[in-house]
T-cell receptor, first 112, second 116 residues
Framework: GEDVEQSLFLSVREGDSSVINCTYTDSSSTYLYWYKQEPGAGLQLLTYIFSNMDMKQDQRLTVLLNKKDKHLSLRIADTQTGDSAIYFCAGRRRKAGTALIFGKGTTLSVSS | DVKVTQSSRYLVKRTGEKVFLECVQDMDHENMFWYRQDPGLGLRLIYF???????EKGDIPEGYSVSREKKERFSLILESASTNQTSMYLCASGRLQNLVSYNEQFFGPGTRLTVL
């Protein structure tokens, strides 16, 4: 069945780059998404990539998509303590209309 | 500014009680979703609705029901709360797009439910 996998934890120092990885099984999703959840809050869309793109850059964020390996990554340059959050990758669910399927989330911890 | 609101941030209920979680969106979205979030399990879809009075089961509908009488409001009902339903519940909404379109979901702040 469809699945989205992420590593659960990442710890970096302030100023370093963070790379959060995601693999997915279903390649039918036209868009792939990264959501961010700050402590005590709901999820917010951080960025997304269209499936025919290999890379998308948005200020400090870079999304890389390797369709052959079904691998998605989110790179955060110059990571700040305010980037500490849970990051979820998501794609379209096959059998639930426009609902999304989410990975388990990667908790990013940034130390100063 | 788009908004999804949930009726309570924190809720404590007893085993066997009937629990209502309310969600309201002000964006005129057709789609609404209920997820539960548990550590190490991520977000799991409970139910979703693509129109008034329409509902579809997600991955874990057992023990839950939903109601959508108005477009802006989507309620999650725990018929007889159990301790394994202690969780964070997240509501989301989104536009009705075709399956290949960009499809952002907007989330509420969540309700942390504890069942004793």
């Amino acid at each position: 069945g469809e699945d989205v996998e992420q590593s659960l934890f990442l710890s970096v120092r302030e100023g370093d780059s963070s790379v959060i990885n995601c693999t997915y099984t279903d390649s039918s999703s036209t868009y792939l998404y990264w959501y961010k959840q700050e402590p005590g809050a709901g999820l917010q869309l951080l960025t997304y990539i269209f499936s025919n793109m290999d890379m998308k850059q948005d200020q400090r964020l870079t999304v890389l998509l390797n369709k052959k390996d079904k691998h998605l990554s989110l790179r955060i340059a110059d990571t700040q303590t305010g980037d500490s959050a849970i990051y979820f990758c998501a794609g379209r669910r096959r059998k639930a209309g426009t609902a999304l399927i989410f990975g388990k989330g990667t908790t990013l911890s940034v130390s100063s | 500014d788009v908004k999804v609101t949930q009726s309570s941030r924190y809720l404590v209920k007893r085993t066997g009680e009937k629990v209502f979680l309310e969600c309201v969106q002000d964006m005129d979205h057709e789609n609404m979703f209920w997820y539960r979030q548990d550590p190490g399990l991520g977000l799991r879809l409970i139910y979703f609705s693509y129109d008034v009075k329409m509902k579809e089961k997600g991955d874990i509908p057992e023990g839950y029901s939903v109601s959508r009488e108005k477009k802006e409001r989507f309620s999650l009902i725990l018929e007889s709360a159990s301790t394994n339903q202690t969780s964070m519940y997240l509501c989301a909404s989104g536009r009705l797009q075709n399956l290949v379109s960009y499809n952002e979901q907007f989330f509420g702040p969540g309700t942390r439910l504890t069942v004793l």
